[in-house]
């Protein structure tokens, strides 16, 4: 598969911009790192604080001058989270966060900082289509060519509160660029409450949410940015 990655102006992106010179071949040793931060019981008294019925619309990068996203491409809904509950979870997914660079081979002089972060609701028909966390296509340079949007975005989370299975059927969590030579049509994860799900936001790692088909998904996710300092 052809690949470009290019920077706010159209250049071709640098490997540090790109994102810190990850190479396709790691991809099918370890491409991402998965860590059980929560219990189930712990992730069911979370959520037992949330009013799921407080829901905003979805934001999406480059969906017009409010931001806002095509229900066409992303139907979820952000919920209502108070500061001290999205702390006390952040500082557990943080800390996950930081383990994770040995998987990216990120300098353990570098500060990874909390950029942005959410939590959305799935519900009966909600999804989210293939997307990259920090690039969008590039407009007329075909598929193979990428944007890179949010440069700030050098590293994703995502913290399942509810399972696959038992909470929900469907909304897997599928890696479309990530496969092996059996499986072509990429990775496809079953979502478990208490796990934590870190990858590249690099367009490498595109992904997508597959349609709810009956319960709720709820997931805390968060973008890490890079501060590799001086020297």
């Excluded at 289509?129 to 590039?138: E, Q």
Aim: proline share 5%; aromatic share 10%.
């Amino acid at each position: 598969m052809g690949f470009r990655l290019l920077d706010n102006d159209g250049a071709l992106a640098n490997s540090d911009s790109a994102l810190f010179d990850i190479k396709p071949g790691c991809f099918e040793e370890r491409p991402f790192f998965v860590d059980s931060i929560f219990t189930p019981q712990e992730c069911a008294a979370i959520t037992r604080q949330l009013d799921l019925h407080d829901l905003a619309p979805s934001r999406m990068m480059g969906d017009g001058d409010d931001g806002y996203v095509n229900l066409a491409a992303r139907s979820s809904r952000r919920l209502a989270v108070g500061p001290a509950l999205k702390e006390s979870v952040f500082a557990r997914i943080d800390a996950a966060v930081d383990k994770a660079r040995a998987v990216f081979d990120i300098d353990a002089r570098a500060t990874l900082n909390r950029a942005e972060e959410d939590l959305l609701l799935y519900g009966p028909g909600a999804g989210f289509g293939a997307h990259a966390d920090n690039s969008r296509l590039a407009p007329g340079a075909g598929q193979g060519t990428w944007q890179l949007a949010l440069p700030h975005r050098k590293l994703s989370a995502v913290l399942w509160l509810s399972s696959g299975g038992e909470d929900f059927a469907g909304g897997e969590f599928r890696f479309l660029n990530i496969g092996t030579e059996r499986d072509q049509q990429g990775i496809c994860l079953r979502p478990r409450a208490g796990v934590l799900l870190v990858f590249p936001s690099h367009p490498w790692y595109r992904h997508q949410v597959l349609p709810i088909t009956a319960g709720q998904r709820i997931s805390f996710v968060g973008w890490y940015s890079c501060d590799r300092g001086a020297g």
